[in-house]
């Protein structure tokens, strides 16, 4: 079942090390959050498939890393000083801020009850430039004005010509890259969903016009695919093809990819058709030639481009989500093996990440410290570390510690017992299914990596 709420996940995270406000022992910044040691790890595993998938396993899409601050004319070209804007009203009251097209209706056809003060009044909306702007150099002048990116495609478009010169690469093709993005927004909420420094995954894959309407239907289900990949449940996206008129100035058709979030359904990506506009624009901004041509037809052209993106901080919360579920009364085991797993808990949260996916792949847990076991299980830990991130603890009882490590997602628990010490072998707990199975060491990492494939 869905959750209704981000309060659990929100939760979940900052306790057990995934998500925390940024500069948090000095009251935290506004939507502006750092990944914790568990935190990261997801994210990295979710950015590393996302190359493998699109990047590495594709011949025609080659992978770049663009600056984050670019030539100031970038932004003149790609219309973000012009039109990158939200119309925003200020309470002349409270001074606070806010988006015009996120206030409630006019109380009296004239003021707007202000969200922070009540009854006060505001000033004429205004357009309000979303982008992060600083200077380069010792001084604030105009000439040396910079910003930083409000998104990573640009730095694609800017490189076209010479990715395909050092590539050799032929149309159709794609460049791809990860990266952050800033954007000072003033609607803000719903923790990492929207945020004024992210992280984006993008592509940009030019092809021949003409053959824009299949590639774009080729990519749809690319990012469709790649959503079950990590664990999202179809029944949890959808697509919304956005109309003529709220489609954006460059493109010539856009579907929104949206989950099912707490808050209600939302983007989580999106595929745009952006025709050959961006590439026709930064020839007349630059004044250098960004044709194709096409050795094989003779033909010369501007190719055009659709472009798949994927907010990875989105992809993170859908992730959670999706794995995240509640056993009120707790889970019970049949192992009489081990009878702490019966220990009665008000409730278990079970994190059923993918394992590729999960911030540690197994969990080391000596049954005792003492008997020589902790060291045994210490020196297993060392050896699993050259193959796969592994944690090991030997605090608590067996039951307590398998919760801990259902809790973050560690598809197995892996226990060593008096009986290790005779034949060596151990004892290997499923996340999901909770089932046990007796393992020589000498097999362990064989069996591990077959199911982490």
Request: hydrophobic share 35%.
């Amino acid at each position: 079942m869905p959750l209704s709420s981000l309060e659990p996940i929100v939760n979940l995270a900052k306790r057990r090390g995934f998500v925390v406000g940024s500069s948090e022992i000095y009251g935290g910044i506004a939507s502006i959050f750092d990944y914790g040691p568990l935190g990261v790890e997801l994210k990295n595993n979710l950015k590393q498939l996302w190359w493998k998938t699109f990047i590495h396993q594709r011949d025609d899409m080659v992978g770049i890393d663009s600056s984050i601050i670019m030539h100031p004319r970038v932004w003149e070209a790609s219309g973000h000083l012009e039109s990158f804007t939200d119309p925003l009203v200020e309470c002349t009251k409270c001074h606070m801020r806010f988006r015009e097209d996120h206030m409630p209706e006019k109380s009296d056809g004239k003021f707007w009850k202000c969200p922070e003060g009540g009854e006060h009044h505001f000033s004429e909306a205004r357009q309000f430039n979303l982008m992060f702007k600083t200077f380069l150099g010792a001084t604030e002048e105009s000439a040396n004005i910079a910003y930083l990116r409000p998104e990573t495609a640009q730095g694609m478009f800017a490189n076209f010509k010479y990715v395909l010169e050092t590539t050799r690469q032929k149309v159709p093709f794609g460049i791809g890259q990860i990266g952050k993005s800033f954007r000072n927004e003033i609607g803000l909420g719903n923790w990492l969903f929207r945020l004024r420094e992210f992280e984006i995954a993008e592509l940009e894959f030019f092809v021949k016009p003409g053959t824009d309407e299949e590639w774009f239907d080729h990519w749809v289900g690319a990012w469709e695919h790649f959503y079950e990949s990590v664990g999202i449940d179809k029944a949890n996206i959808k697509r919304d093809e956005k109309s003529k008129e709220s489609l954006a100035h460059y493109s010539k058709r856009t579907i929104d990819m949206h989950y099912r979030f707490p808050h209600g359904w939302d983007e989580l990506g999106g595929i745009a058709n952006r025709t050959d506009y961006d590439l026709k624009r930064h020839m007349e901004f630059s004044g250098k030639d960004l044709t194709y041509f096409d050795q094989e037809t003779h033909e010369k052209f501007v190719p055009y481009v659709i472009e798949p993106t994927q907010g990875i901080d989105r992809l993170f919360i859908a992730v959670l989500c999706d794995a995240y579920r509640e056993y009120p009364g707790g889970r019970k085991s049949d192992d009489a093996a081990m009878p702490e797993e019966k220990e009665p808990t008000e409730t278990d949260v079970v994190l059923h990440l993918k394992p590729f996916l999960a911030p540690f792949k197994v969990a080391v847990l000596p049954l005792v410290k003492k008997d020589g076991l902790a060291e045994l299980g210490k020196q297993l830990a060392e050896d699993l570390r050259k193959s796969m991130t592994t944690f090991y603890d030997e605090s608590g009882s067996i039951g307590r510690r398998y919760r801990r490590q259902d809790e973050i997602g560690t598809p197995w628990c892996i226990t060593l017992d008096y009986q290790t010490k005779e034949d060596n072998t151990v004892t290997i707990r499923d996340r999901d299914s909770m089932e046990q199975v007796r393992i020589s060491t000498s097999e362990l990492n064989h069996w591990l990596e077959s199911r982490l494939v």
